[in-house]
């Protein structure tokens, strides 16, 4: 298939749900192969990235898959609101975990595959909160600014070999994470909509429309770079 992103092999994990999943779809269309991992859905890889090995074996199954691997995009993530005196160690550290060590992991064990091809391209999810803090978001926020922080050191050491590193930063899009808190407080959805000069919460699509760009040869001189996709909420008061 001919595309910007044709040749290309990548990987996305969360891709059974929300942004991963319209990530799987845009690369593809763009010509990518894309092997794609989730706890749950229609996936090429299921497990719970959490689990220690769990990433170097998805690296392992994704490069016999398709003979090597250029593209990473870590998407899967979790979050829910909790006060601060309601975050118990566990609660904490499993988000510390999803969002941050197994991106880690996952980085660590491509790295190798991805140098020297001169178009290693990865693209992490962070969020506004990588930026700025939010009630209930304690963990949440200091994984997303861990990651953000993480995507920059990558950048740096993996520039010499031709890897970008770029952290994309959504607003508040609409998918199966948002949506209990959304039906929960109406006023959050509502508050959301309304910061947003373009008025509207993003879709799916509209994150995996600049990550299939931060992927392409388009982006090749685009790194250590976070980037709000938030419709403007955060340049307003
Ligand atoms: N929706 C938003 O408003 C928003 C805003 C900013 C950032 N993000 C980030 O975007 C990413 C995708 O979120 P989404 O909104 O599409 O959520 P989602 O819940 O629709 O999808 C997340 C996916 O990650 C998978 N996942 C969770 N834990 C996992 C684990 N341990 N192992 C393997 N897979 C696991 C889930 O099964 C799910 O399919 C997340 O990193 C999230 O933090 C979302």
Known sequence: ??????????????AGSGIGAAVALRLRADGARVFTADLQGEVDFRADLTEPDAN???????????????TLVPCAGISA???????????????????????FRLVREAAPHLKGHGAGRIVTIGSTTS??????????????????GFTKSVAAELGP????????????????????????????????ENKAPLRRLGRPEDIADVIAF???DDARFV????LWVDGGAMARH
Not at 56 to 70: E, I, K, S, T, Y
Not at 223 to 226: C, E, L, Q, Y
Request: hydrophobic share 45%; proline share 5%; glycine share 10%.
């Open 1 to 14: 298939m001919s595309g910007r992103l044709s040749g290309r092999r990548a990987i996305v994990t969360g």
């Open 214 to 216: 931060l992927c392409s």
């Open 161 to 192: 070999f031709g890897v970008t590193a770029t952290c994309v930063q959504p607003g508040a899009i609409d998918t199966p994470m948002t949506a209990p808190a959304f039906e929960q407080m109406p006023e959050y959805k509502v508050f959301w």
């Open 81 to 103: 609101f909790h006060p601060l005196e309601a975050h118990d160690d566990a609660y904490f550290l499993r988000v510390l975990e999803v969002n941050l060590v197994a991106v």
């Open 56 to 70: 170097a074996r998805l690296v392992a199954a994704a490069c016999q898959a398709m003979g090597g691997l250029d």
């Open 223 to 226: 790194s250590g770079h976070g």
């Open 131 to 148: 930026s700025f803090g939010d009630e209930g978001l304690c963990a949440y926020s200091a994984s997303k600014h861990a990651v953000l």
